[in-house]
């Protein structure tokens, strides 16, 4: 079946670390996108690709950083720059309207 | 920009009672609607979507919603909810970004429905 692989579902991170959340998709979807989660904040966008080696900022990017070598992939790094990084993260594809989403990876800096 | 606003940040229902969200977005072009819902600690499912053609979209749980495009709504009801509606539900909208070729996905901050026995 097709669909979006996000991993880890949990990750735990020191402060001043870089670590990279893994999105993997099998769908053939030309788009892909991350998005954040907090209580009461819905989803903000942070990084979006439309094709390989190509991606564009979206509302809340700094911090971030990512990379677009290969369609199926598009990893997100959460660097020490990121002063609030504890959030849900949710990565997506889609092709003509057509949105699907991963099951989410739940940063949490200790 | 655009933006999408969910009028109720909470909304507590009864069992079996009718139920409805309410979502306006700010965009004055074609653009794409969704409604997705989201269990704890899940990602987002599609409970329907606008594209084109009629106002009226049924979705999946015996939800539907209604395009308005002249008062840029999109409202979600059902009219029986059950205890496993229970769940985050969140407005969104497709539209391209600023740069003219680029779609992306704009959500509201989200209304959390409780269904009470």
């Known amino acids: 079946d097709g669909g979006i692989t996000q991993s880890p579902k949990y990750l735990f991170r020191k402060e001043g670390q870089n670590v990279t959340l893994s999105c993997e998709q099998n769908?053939?979807?030309?788009?892909m996108y991350w998005y954040r989660q907090d209580p009461g904040q819905g989803l903000r966008l942070i990084y979006y690709?439309?094709?390989?080696?190509?991606?564009q900022k979206g509302d809340i990017a700094e911090g971030y950083s990512v990379s677009r070598e290969k369609k199926e992939s598009f990893p997100l790094t959460v660097t020490s720059a990121q002063k609030n990084p504890t959030a849900f993260y949710l990565c997506?594809?889609?092709?003509?309207?057509?949105?699907?989403f991963g099951s989410g990876t739940r940063l949490t800096v200790v | 920009a655009q933006s999408v606003t969910q009028l109720d940040s909470q909304v507590p229902v009864f069992e079996e009672a009718p139920v409805e969200l309410r979502c306006n977005y700010s965009?004055?072009?074609?653009?794409?609607l969704f409604w997705y819902v989201q269990y704890p600690n899940q990602g987002l499912q599609l409970l329907l979507k606008?594209?084109?053609?009629?106002?009226l979209v049924k979705g999946i749980n015996g939800f539907e919603a209604e395009f308005n495009k002249s008062q840029t709504s999109f409202h979600l009801r059902k009219p029986s909810v059950h205890i496993s509606d229970t769940a985050e539900y969140f407005c969104?909208?497709?539209?391209?970004?600023?740069?003219?070729?680029?779609?992306?996905?704009?959500f509201g901050k989200g209304t959390l429905l409780t269904v009470n026995p």
């Open positions: 997506a594809s889609s092709i003509r309207g057509g949105y699907t």
């Open positions: 769908l053939n979807h030309d788009a």
């Open positions: 690709s439309q094709i390989v080696n190509d991606f």
């Open positions: 965009s004055s072009v074609s653009v794409y």
């Open positions: 606008y594209l084109s053609g009629s106002t």
């Open positions: 969104a909208v497709s539209d391209l970004d600023s740069g003219g070729s680029n779609y992306k996905l704009t």
